[in-house]
């Protein structure tokens, strides 16, 4: 088929100037003229005949008088003239049996043009299908990679959580973010820069009653509702931020959707071995473009007091513990609007806190949630992230995040007072 295309295309490409030859402009006039032509055609083998016929008359008159000496004598000057215009016959005769050949060879010409022109119709109508069926495979291809891309189908694929740790203590991963210096960040400055400005980060993920760990060895962190997810691998993929929407994996394969994947499950990309993702005690990194922030998490372990549902909840200093830090962090995260949820790190369960009181160190939990209650919540969760409230988070660590934003945006992130105000959502007694 691509050689009667290409057989085709060169044909089209010397359209212009047959028709020039033929002194047509388009198919539709060349039909036309051949409807002329074949037109004149008729009547031209008409007027032939018609000469024919006056020639052998003239020709039989002549022959006849020919014969007869007297006649022949007396009527020479006739037979002159009846020769002179038999010669003119003849020659009207063979011009228009000239320009009979003529009008045949254009028919001819009129017919090529028309076939070629229907069999080239015919093969970009086919030309035409094989681009569209390509086009719609490209585009199925197209919108599996995406949904294999997408955080909140992948949380519902494997039932798994996407979470971010916040590290905040003298130890950060700060080798590995060239675009800001992550020293001079606290808490509360990395929540709003991931709230406001979106930066492409690495996360984890968690199955349900699993046992496996985060990369961070803090106690807060955020769950991810959405994103698109870039690349992972199984443990330590040692990517390195060197922009705000930047950050670069050391290995090609890692960024394929396979990878994804494989770097859930725990599974490399060269085994096929089986990995018991309920055992596995490790951590593994996923990279997450345009990450959509749920609320905040906070780290329970098993020598904290046990979580039960609709209960009050008492998280006071004792028994060589102290959570005064704890609970000074706390405001600031439902200042922000921002649910907050425990993540228990004995089986990686997570429930939302409630009628949190900071004044008695109490609150209740809800019910487990499972990964897709976090990617679906209704409402509540949405309503901290509005163009709003996330200006005045970029606004309120303007100067240590300068350098994060793009020169033409730097104008609408600039602190005039609106960011200090609050946007608790929740009943704090």
Request: charged residues 35%; proline residues 3%; aromatic residues 8%.
């Amino acid at each position: 088929m691509s050689e009667e295309i290409e057989k085709f295309g060169n044909f089209a490409k010397g359209r212009k100037e047959f028709y020039r030859k033929i002194g047509a402009k388009s198919l539709d006039e060349a039909m036309h003229e051949k409807n002329n032509v074949l037109t004149d055609l008729e009547s031209g083998q008409r007027r032939i005949e018609e000469y024919l016929v006056a020639v052998e008359k003239l020709r039989s008159e002549i022959n006849n008088k020919k014969s007869k000496i007297i006649t022949r004598v007396l009527e020479f000057r006739k037979i002159r003239d009846l020769e002179k215009d038999l010669g003119i016959q003849e020659k009207i005769l063979k011009y228009q049996e000239e320009k009979l050949a003529e009008k045949n060879e254009l028919i001819n010409a009129y017919d090529y043009l028309i076939a070629e022109e229907e069999k080239l119709a015919s093969l970009m109508v086919e030309a035409s299908k094989e681009n569209a069926d390509w086009d719609n495979k490209k585009k199925l291809e197209l919108q599996e990679e995406e949904e294999g891309r997408n955080v909140s189908k992948l949380a519902s694929k494997h039932g798994v959580f996407f979470i971010h740790d916040i590290v905040d203590a003298s130890w950060k991963p700060s080798a590995n973010n060239r675009a800001i210096d992550t020293q001079k960040l606290d808490f509360n400055d990395q929540l709003d820069i991931l709230h406001g400005l979106e930066p492409t980060i690495s996360v984890s993920t968690l199955h349900e009653g699993s046992k496996q760990r985060t990369f961070g060895k803090g106690s807060w962190g955020v769950l991810l509702s959405g994103g698109r997810v870039l690349g992972g691998a199984p443990g330590d993929a040692g990517t390195v931020a060197v922009g705000l929407k930047d950050r670069r994996f050391h290995s090609k394969e890692s960024a394929t959707v396979r990878s994804i994947d494989n770097a859930i499950l725990r599974k490399s990309n060269w085994s096929n071995e089986e990995v018991s993702v309920r055992e596995d005690t490790s951590y593994n990194e996923l990279v997450v473009e345009n990450p959509e922030i749920a609320g905040v998490y906070v780290k329970w372990d098993n020598e904290m007091p046990k979580l039960t549902e609709k209960s009050e909840i008492f998280l006071k200093n004792g028994n060589g513990k102290g959570y005064d830090r704890w609970w000074e962090a706390l405001p600031n995260v439902l200042e922000r609007g921002m649910p907050l949820f425990v993540l228990n790190r004995e089986n990686n369960t997570v429930r939302l806190m409630y009628d949190i009181n900071p004044k008695e160190r109490s609150f209740k939990v809800t019910p487990e949630y499972d990964p897709s209650n976090i990617t679906d919540m209704p409402g509540v969760y949405k309503q901290h992230r509005g163009k709003e409230e996330k200006c005045k988070a970029v606004m309120r660590v303007f100067d240590k995040a300068v350098g994060l934003i793009p020169e033409n945006e730097k104008d609408k992130y600039i602190p005039d007072g609106t960011e200090k105000g609050s946007s608790n959502l929740y009943n704090i007694h």
